[in-house]
């Protein structure tokens, strides 16, 4: 089986990753906001975009973990890794 078991959910989170980035990228243009000032951009948006880009990597783990395409513990490792790093 290749891929799917998951309905590629991670890349749904990824697109979710890409606009936030673009969001980001338009609030440091002066002209793209009301005041025409750029805007700082809050370190949690980035802190956000991070955690969301552990989540895509283990929602592609399990995916390919369930489909068949890695071993059947890839997904459990990658959970694991995931939560090891939370803790940190």
Do not use: C
């Not at 749904?12 to 936030?20: E, G, M, N, P, S």
């Not at 975009?49 to 552990?54: G, M, N, Q, S």
């Amino acid at each position: 089986m290749s891929g799917g078991s998951l309905d590629y959910a991670y890349q749904r989170v990824d697109t979710i990753i890409y606009k936030l980035r673009d969001m980001i990228f338009d609030m440091t243009i002066p002209e793209n906001n009301f005041n025409n000032k750029a805007r700082k951009v809050p370190k949690e948006y980035r802190k956000f975009i991070a955690h969301l880009e552990k989540v895509s990597q283990v929602l592609h783990d399990l995916e390919w973990a369930e489909s068949g395409d890695t071993s059947e513990d890839a997904g459990i490792k990658s959970i694991n890794r995931f939560f090891k790093k939370q803790k940190q």
